[in-house]
């Protein structure tokens, strides 16, 4: 498919979500959701970037702010009211990703006295801790596109709320751990198990905030995630990121890529990551691929999840780009080349979802209306991904 042809479809789907979530125009009820929404962030600022129109980057400041004053409050069917953060509102609307953000699912959280339901706990709101790195990123996007560093220290607030409320050293002590998903107000754990890349996730975005809040002004101390960065490096440590996750392989690519261009900035420390994110990535491939889940109907597969997988093939080509125009100076450069090489012949990949998912036949099914507005801006991403894969954070200059 032409560039411009992406570049136009992307442009015409971002629209479209813009006007059916309430968006732009504003509706009376607009249909916020945080993971979404991040893609949709970093969708607008790619946009602008691509073609220089003012009105995207307006929408993706519009879409931050909105989701502020809805996810950062509580729910108008609970009884609590005001930001989830407990700030006054002067003080919230200053600071309002503090209290973190919550999910934005139809049904309210489950209460502490309330048993557990696996099931019905899909539909609950709460927080989750990955949901809040894919805002913080988007955060951070924000400040490098627009310069205004105000977007990165409330990335950076955010991420000190979330390690201090899903981060917890067991009770018979050793390395620290994280809860699934939390309470609203992040007082109570409503899914314990720990999500199996959500430390690496956590670990990237937090290194990422570091950077791009050092290229700026001097950061304030109270900004600082060393410590954060030293507790997740140590739950990181000696652990394999292998899955047959298609979205969880894509995020394994995304962060290979954001690594990549940190190692290249020197602003990561941790280069033998790159290496492993690149080996489990190719075993984790080649064991979803070998399955053929792409050759079932769509009412089998569910597309954001695929469209992760794609947009991380499209990191991989991003990767390689880098290497190839500023080598990494590492100690086993060759051997790294030769991760990269491995994963980019699954690339092909990502085009032949885009093509599926393009398919109109294959938007008519119900898996695909289910999920309507992430999968129309996780397809968007992917046929536009600059605005997600991109990192500027050494050419950061404040606008305040």
Known sequence: MEPNTRLSLAERTMMEFAVKTGLSPVGRAPRRYLWTDAFAVCNFLGLYGHTGKEEYRNLAVLLIDQVHNILGRHREDDARSGWVSGLDEEAGKIHPTKGGLRIGKQINERRPDERPDARLEWERDGQYYHYLTKWMHALNRASQVTGNMKYNEWAIELA??????????????????????????????????????????????????????????????????????????????????????????????????????????????????????????????????????????????????????????????????????????????????????????YVPVAETIEEFWLEQVNRESATWQEHHDINTVMLATSLAPEGYLSDDSQSVVSNQ
Request: charged share 25%.
């Open 160 to 345: 000190k709320t979330a390690h201090a409320g899903f981060t917890y050293t067991p009770a018979g002590g050793g390395r620290k751990m994280m809860y699934w998903k939390m309470s609203i107000d992040l007082s109570y754990s409503l899914v314990p198990s720990m999500g199996h890349h959500d430390p690496l996730d956590g670990l990237v975005v937090y290194s990422q905030l570091r950077a791009t809040s050092s290229a700026g002004a001097q950061p304030s101390r109270h900004l600082d995630l060393t410590a954060e960065i030293n507790d997740l490096a140590r739950i990181c440590t000696a652990k394999s990121w292998v899955t047959d996750d298609p979205l969880g392989i894509g995020g394994l690519l995304c962060d290979a890529c954001k690594v990549g261009q940190m190692i290249a900035a020197k602003t990561f420390e941790q280069t033998d990551l790159l290496e492993s994110l690149l080996e489990d990535s190719r075993l984790s491939l080649n064991s979803y691929i070998r399955t053929s889940p792409l050759n079932l109907p769509a009412g089998y597969r569910l597309a954001f999840r695929e469209l992760g997988l794609s947009i991380g093939l499209r990191a991989v080509e991003k990767l390689r780009q880098l290497i190839e125009a500023k080598p990494i100076r590492l100690h086993r450069a060759e051997q790294l080349r030769g991760r990269i090489e491995a994963v980019t012949r």
